[in-house]
Nanobody
Framework: QAQLVESGGGLVQAGGSLRLSCTASGRSFRSSAMGWFRQTPGKERDFVATISWRADSTEYSDSVKGRFTIYRDNDRNTLYLQMDSLTPDDTAIYYC?????????????????WGQGTQVTVSS
């Protein structure tokens, strides 16, 4: 079974940038869509972005569109999330997730395996 490990979170000032990484073990990464979600205490886990298995299709939530970029390196079994122009509202735990197929959307049920999360804190 695939396992996902996120890294790259941390503390950044508003207007700054961070790049998150998600390294996958197992064979399913290359044939599966991948996604990023985020969650703050007491709230539901929210969709951020998703990318198809060949990286020919991406989708973003309205709150991050134009600021975040999702991409992947299938040779390295790694998913990325480049986050620019960060605001305090982006503060959350960020999770990567393995899609149930080669192309999926933003629903939680469309993902089968989750990482442990990485904390992103944006100060004002």
């Amino acid at each position: 079974q695939a396992q996902l490990v996120e890294s790259g979170g941390g503390l950044v000032q508003a207007g700054g940038s961070l790049r998150l990484s998600c390294t996958a073990s197992g064979r399913s990464f290359r044939s599966s869509a991948m996604g990023w979600f985020r969650q703050t205490p007491g709230k539901e886990r929210d969709f951020v972005a998703t990318i198809s298995w060949r990286a020919d299709s991406t989708e973003y939530s309205d709150s991050v569109k134009g600021r975040f970029t999702i991409y992947r390196d299938n040779d390295r079994n790694t998913l990325y999330l480049q986050m620019d122009s960060l605001t305090p509202d982006d503060t959350a735990i960020y999770y990567c997730a393995l899609g149930r197929g080669p192309r999926v959307g933003g629903g939680l049920h469309e993902y089968s395996i989750w990482g442990q999360g990485t904390q992103v804190t944006v100060s004002s």
